[in-house]
């Protein structure tokens, strides 16, 4: 018997993948591999708490409502904690957008090139009924000189400026999925190793697929071109999925095809997901595999944010779908300035 087959390769930590793609980042120092291995650390750590958080005391909600109104969830305020904590520990960051702090947080890092914008832990109204949840980051170069706190431009860049961008999703497997700009790649949690391998290495969405996202029981706030395209999938026998947790929607897209919206609504008239740590991470990922992402004309990624809990609609997913989305919200505003002209 060949004796490798006795000890066949375990595959490619992330880590030693950060090491051979560092001449891939725009700025190869070393600090956001580092920055990386950081977030890697927190979602491990959040990952062991997630697991057992129906055995010891932080499943269920924390009491708190967040800066976006919702009730705060025990696990969401661990992982902020978990994660605020790594970030600053690293040292690369000097400012952090969270979605469950009102206020940018300044690490004290002030020589920190980075700002990361976080959700740390989203979907977490889903962690009491075992559905997979997840936590979704935007990493970004300050553009502020070092040497001071962060500055609210550094905050506020265009998800155009996005240095690298990702998700861990927390489901049937834990997953780390990243992009610095040269492609996506998935990595795939071994806890008895406590490593991230390689798993889904070049991630590609498909140019098309045949499922669509979005809360149906909005149905009656959506806009005419939003019905007409939901419509269509109907009559093209889509099969509708919807989890009610973005990170899984987005991922099982991402793999199989299709798309996700969160449109506006009577509820969110601009829609419930927020630009600065939903829709551009996610958007810099779908579009670096090939997809698109938009919040119905304008790409999402060139949106210019004026605050940084600011929410937006989005259309995000296989190319095709996204396009033929746009087309129908373009002929239904085609459709009013006629009415307004007539
Ligand atoms: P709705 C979770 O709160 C979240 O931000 C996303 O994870 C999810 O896709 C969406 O909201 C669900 O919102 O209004 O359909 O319940």
Redo the contacts with the bound molecule.
């Keep these: 018997m060949d004796h490798n087959k006795l000890a066949l390769p375990v595959g490619t930590t992330l880590d030693r993948f950060i090491m051979r793609k560092q001449e891939d980042f725009p700025y190869a120092t070393g600090e956001l591999s580092q920055l990386l291995r950081d977030i890697a650390l927190a979602a491990k750590i959040v990952n062991r708490e997630i697991n057992r958080s129906g055995l010891i005391d932080i499943a269920g909600a924390y009491g708190n409502r967040n800066v976006q109104g ?1 009730d705060q969830q025990k696990l969401d305020v661990i992982a902020n904690i978990r994660f605020i904590r790594a970030l600053r520990n690293g040292g690369e960051v000097c400012t952090i957008i969270s979605e469950e702090d009102a206020d940018i947080i300044q690490t004290g890092n002030n020589q920190g090139k980075y700002v990361v914008a976080i ?1 740390p832990l ?5 962690i009491d009924v075992n559905v997979s ?2 936590t979704i980051f935007s990493i970004y170069r300050r553009i502020s000189p070092t040497g001071r706190e962060g500055s609210s431009a550094d905050c506020l860049q265009p998800g155009t400026h996005q240095v690298a961008a990702g998700y861990v999703i927390y489901g049937s497997s834990t997953m780390l999925v990243y992009t610095t700009g040269n492609g996506v790649n998935g990595f795939t949690y071994e806890p008895s190793l406590g490593e991230f391998f390689l798993s889904h290495p070049d991630i590609q969405t498909p140019k098309t697929g045949k499922v669509y ?1 979005i ?1 149906e ?2 149905a009656e706030s959506f806009s005419p071109g939003v019905a007409a395209f939901v419509q269509h999938c109907k009559s093209e026998k889509f099969s509708a999925r ?8 987005f991922h099982r897209n991402l793999l199989k095809g299709g798309i ?1 919206i ?1 449109p506006a ?1 009577a ?2 008239p601009s829609g ?2 927020r630009l600065m740590y ?1 829709c551009n991470p996610l958007a810099f990922i779908v579009e670096q595999a090939g997809g698109k992402s938009s919040n119905g004309q304008l790409r999402t990624l060139e949106i210019e944010p004026k605050t940084c809990h600011e929410r937006c609609p989005v259309f995000i997913g296989s190319k095709e779908l996204v396009e033929q989305a746009e087309a129908f919200l373009a002929q239904e505003k085609e459709a009013a300035e006629a009415t307004a002209t007539a």
């Design positions: 919702e959700d989203d979907g977490s109204s889903n949840i997840g996202s809360n029981g909005s919807y989890i009610g947790s973005l990170v899984a929607d996700y969160y609504t509820k969110d419930k997901l939903e």
